[in-house]
Each structure stands twice: as C-alpha cells, then as structure tokens.
C-alpha cells in the first residue's frame, strides 16, 4: 500500500502593523488552524484506520459474514454432511458425514503424536470445527460415529463405544490411482500397471467391476478424499467388520465373508473393504507427510518411499522389527497396541495381521492381500507388498474404509 502524506507550508506574515491588533488576528487564526488541523488529523486516522482493517480509505469496511457452526445433534454429532475447508485457495478439505464428529485425541489436539496415547478423549465441540487448519488434515483426522463412552455406555474403560476413521485427503483425483511399487528383492509380483483397457478388466488390479467402485470413485472425487479405519478390522456384534480400538482383529476369515462383514455395517454409510486403489494412495499420501519411527530408539524420521517399499520394520508389528516398533512384535496384537505401529493416526498399515482388498491377483479368484503380518518379515512382506490367497481361503482379515 502507497502512502501518500501532504505537507502542510506555514507562511510567514511580514510588514509593519499594529502589535497587538497582529498579536490578537494571529491568535485568533492559530486557533482555527488548531481546530482545522485536529480535524485534518481526525480525517487521516480514520483513512488509515480503514485501510487497515481491510476497507477502501473512503467507507467503512463491510465486516464479514459470521461462520456459523456446524448443525449436530445432543451428542455433537453431524446432523448433515459438513465440509471444512480451511484455505479458499486449496483443495484440501474435509467433510464430516452426518452422525460423525471430530475427535480431540489424548494428546489435546488432532493429532497422535508418535509415542503418545493415540486414544480418543473427546468429541470436538461444533463451534470449533471450522478452526481445522490445512495442517490438521494433512496428518489425518480421526472422526468417531457416537458419543465417546466405553464398556457399554461407561465414561471410562478399555473398549470403545464407536468406530474411528481418518480422512486421507485427495485434493487432486489424478493422483487417486494404483501404484506398482518396486519392492525390495525379488517377491514383487506385479512388475507394473496395466495400460491398455483389455487389461483393466480382465488381468491384474481389476477392482472396478462393481457399482460400488463406480460410486467410490466419484465420491473421492467430489469430496476430495476418503475414509480409511483408524484400526484393523474387528468382529463386531451381527458379524459386522468395525473400527475400534483395543479389541482383537478378526482373523481367519475369507475375503468373501469380509466383504459382506463390511457393507452390513449400515451404521457407517458406503463402508467397503478396501480396494487396492485406496491402500495404495493412501501410502502416497505417506510419503513425505508421516512422522514414524526410525530404527534407533526413541528416535523419529520422515516417511520416505523405501518405508514401504524396502523395508517398513521400524514401523510396524513384524518378526524382526527394529526400534521402538520392536517392542511385543513377532505376535498378534489389539487394535492400536503399539503407539509406534502408526502414521498420521492409522495404525497397522504396516505388519500386525495381513489384509484382504477387493483388488484382483489374476483373471481367477485368487485376491491381493497387503500389509504383511506379525509372523513374516518387514523387509520382505512389506507395507507395499502384494501377495495373494485364494478368495475363500481363511487365513486373512481387512482394514474397512
């Protein structure tokens, strides 16, 4: 902004004349001038005033519209979809579905800080939801389906009342695609992406052969995003797949049954098993966002691509994971057990227990499984890792987005 100042110039009355006749029309004059320039004064702090808080100089500035906060219902929830956006200029955003809510975690903010309590604390109050910064979003944040109560509608306990998922943010949906990662060592079985359309359909990584796929497709992409669970799926009550935490994963269960254990959660709207699309941009929005453990102890680092792709022992539940993620690993643990098997609030992407996608091996039945597991090794079944069982072999569970 260019300020411009005027000059005032004081003339000098010269000549002979009556002393105080001059004496009384000078004092007379310096008296106006006072007032006039009072007023000058006046005039140019209220120019400058309005300038500063964002007007034209001329006119008072047209204060801005109050944000109101968003509608939920006597438990803080939703009431309808609400999405947050914190800078106009960005596309990162996040919608909050009706009858979820933000959580505030233990560590009093958004975040699940890498060797901290990761638990939910509370429900995030409506009025502050449009304070969620680009930040918040970009290291994921946890929303919850019900009032925070645990142990059957207690206060305080050990097994939660609600599921908890974390949006992964797609501002931009061409970068909402399968990868082909090239995995350490020889056990990559997928070299690369199809191309052509014949391959689409009828090879590998053939997920889009259902409505369901169609629709996910076009919500990630109007949304800008999608919601992943927070935790390894668990059984829930009426065999539904859930999204808590501190309870067994559901294992030896067949990738058709996971299927159907997700879309009967009809309390989560659109709950799927998860297709090899998601888990993979999922790790892409990793890489370079996440806070992990390092393999020195105590330490931390940035997640890098050789993460999940060479080696991801120092962040998950394998038989020869390394550093902090070392402590209890080689066994079958709850649900968010170990506070340096996450990254950016999801836990046990990496190891733990392997995972069911909907994503095709082959043109038969055999389905891709990820993650790798707590019996096999973090720098050859890795987080990127593509294996594979037959569709109704029991052998592994899902993480339910």
Request: glycine letters at 8%; proline letters at 5%; one cysteine or more.
């Amino acid at each position: 902004m260019l300020l411009i100042l005027a000059g005032v110039a004081l003339a000098t009355l010269t000549g002979q004349g009556n002393i105080i006749g001059n004496a009384e029309n000078a004092v007379g004059k310096y008296n106006n001038s006072v007032a006039d320039e009072q007023q000058f004064l006046n005039e140019i702090e209220k120019y400058f005033q309005n300038y500063l808080e964002g007007g034209n100089g001329d006119n008072p500035p047209t204060p801005p519209d109050p944000v109101e906060p968003p509608k939920v219902n006597e438990d803080g929830l939703a009431t309808e979809n609400t999405t947050i956006k914190p800078d106009p200029n960005s596309d990162i955003q996040i919608t909050i579905p009706a009858g979820f809510a933000p959580a505030i975690l233990a560590t009093g903010t958004t975040q699940s800080l890498l060797g901290k309590d990761g638990s939910v604390a509370s429900i995030m109050p409506a009025d502050e939801w449009n304070n969620i910064t680009t930040e918040d979003i970009n290291k994921g944040i946890v929303i919850v389906d019900n009032a925070i109560t645990y142990d059957n509608g207690q206060l305080t306990g050990t097994t939660p009342d609600f599921n908890e998922y974390v949006w992964v943010p797609i501002p931009d949906s061409n970068n909402f695609k399968s990868t082909a990662w090239n995995v350490n060592g020889s056990q990559q079985s997928i070299a690369i992406a199809p191309t052509t359309d014949e391959e689409k359909q009828n090879k590998y990584w053939d997920d889009s052969t259902t409505a369901e796929y169609t629709n996910m497709l076009a919500s990630v992409e109007h949304y800008k995003g999608f919601y992943i669970g927070r935790y390894e799926g668990s059984q829930g009550e009426n065999n539904i797949a859930q999204s808590k935490r501190n309870i067994s994963t559901w294992t030896n269960v067949s990738q058709t049954t996971a299927i159907t254990a997700c879309t009967n959660n009809t309390k989560t709207p659109n709950m799927h098993l998860i297709y090899g699309i998601e888990w993979d941009s999922t790790l892409n929005w990793l890489i370079g966002n996440a806070t992990i453990s390092s393999s020195t102890p105590g330490a931390t680092k940035t997640m890098t691509i050789e993460d999940i792709q060479t080696n991801s022992t120092t962040w998950g539940n394998y038989y020869n994971s390394t550093g902090d993620a070392e402590a209890n690993s080689g066994s079958k643990q709850n649900t968010g057990y170990n506070e340096s098997w996450k990254a950016n609030n999801i836990y046990d992407l990496a190891g733990n227990v392997s995972e069911w996608t909907q994503e095709k091996y082959s043109t038969g039945t055999y389905r891709a499984i990820r993650g790798g597991g707590y019996n096999s090794d973090g720098d050859g079944y890795l987080v990127a890792y593509r294996f594979n069982r037959n569709e109704s072999s029991t052998d592994y569970y899902c993480r339910v987005p």
